[in-house]
């Protein structure tokens, strides 16, 4: 029942989030701490309208509405578009965002202020989606081409399109690129990044990037062997983030242990009717065994989903978790 109840809530909200974004309408919403308002199923509304998700304090509420609207929009209707090189493919982007070679990002962003900053990460096909490929030969290859697309509509009402281009040459020279790397730009994508793993639910997988991200900068560095101070103060500002991870993981681990306990027994009860009963399984037929454990997705707390959305709209002028 209290999963139905969720579904209707959800589908209530996603199409209040349709028409809000229709009509350009920016959605934010504001918790108290200390409350629970089931910001998992209220989240739908922000995400789809470009808003933001605010927890405070009750004495500092007028605070913080302030805050919202000191930013203001500069485009709606926002959808952009980015094309990599068909050797090329998107990493950690949900599907329904990519086309079939996974090298076509296209997503709609409804309203966005001067502050809206978005990354994307991609990697080099696999060698059998390469060798597939006609287009060209992976060995000969020395440039990588790029372009995005932002389709937007202006305050006054223009529809306009936005389109850059870039030619990116390879080099296989890692200590030179990382020293030309815009380690600023790395540590917002870091944040970003492990956000959006954890609103998709993928828990153990943005815990697991986290880390391996954290372990790279502590021992790589351009000077004294030490991370740059930039990226640093990313890693610094995602720990809460990381602990809250961690911890959901925790939680799903244990459910999945007990829904595992119940299930052996519940076999075992089964499997002892089946011994006393004259009755036999034939052969190739089935009987009880004990089922492997299964991950359950763990309720969100509110204070872990506005931690996530702020990490998703985290950008180098509002470094805030």
Request: with cysteine; charged share 35%; proline share 1%.
């Amino acid at each position: 029942m209290e999963n139905l109840q969720q579904e209707e809530a959800k589908e209530f909200y996603t199409k209040i989030a349709e028409f809000a974004r229709e009509n350009s309408i920016t959605v934010n919403i504001i918790s108290i701490a200390g409350e629970e308002c089931d910001l998992e199923t209220l989240e739908i509304v922000t995400a789809k309208t470009g808003g933001d998700i605010e927890r405070v304090k009750a004495e500092k509420l007028t605070e913080n509405f302030a805050n919202i609207f000191s930013t203001p929009i500069i485009a709606t209707d926002v959808r952009m578009k980015v094309y990599l090189h068909t050797a090329m493919e998107f990493r950690n982007e949900e599907e329904e965002f990519l086309n079939e070679q996974k090298n076509i990002f296209t997503k709609e962003y409804g309203n966005v202020t001067s502050d809206s900053e978005v990354t994307f990460e991609y990697k080099v096909k696999s060698v059998e989606e390469l060798r597939k490929s006609k287009d060209f030969d992976i060995k000969n290859l020395s440039k990588i081409y790029f372009q995005t697309q932002i389709f937007y509509t202006k305050l006054d009402g223009m529809k306009c399109i936005k389109v850059s281009s870039h030619v990116q040459e390879i080099s296989h020279d890692r200590e030179e690129l990382e020293k030309e790397a815009d380690v600023e730009m790395i540590g917002v994508n870091f944040i970003q990044q492990s956000a959006k793993l954890g609103r998709g639910g993928k828990f153990m997988q943005a815990q697991a990037y986290m880390k391996g991200q954290q372990k790279y900068w502590k021992g790589r560095s351009n000077v004294g062997g030490k991370a740059p101070k930039e990226v640093k103060s990313h890693l610094r500002r995602g720990k809460g983030m990381y602990t809250m991870l961690k911890a959901q993981n925790e939680i799903e681990e244990n459910e999945a242990q007990e829904d595992d306990k119940e299930e052996q027994s519940e076999s075992n009860t089964l499997l002892k009717k089946d011994e006393s009963s004259t009755m036999s399984i034939p052969k190739g037929g089935k009987g009880y065994g004990m089922c492997g454990a299964k991950r359950v997705k763990g309720k969100v707390n509110d204070e872990m989903v506005s931690k996530l959305n702020n990490g998703s709209k985290y950008n180098r002028k509002r470094k805030r978790m």
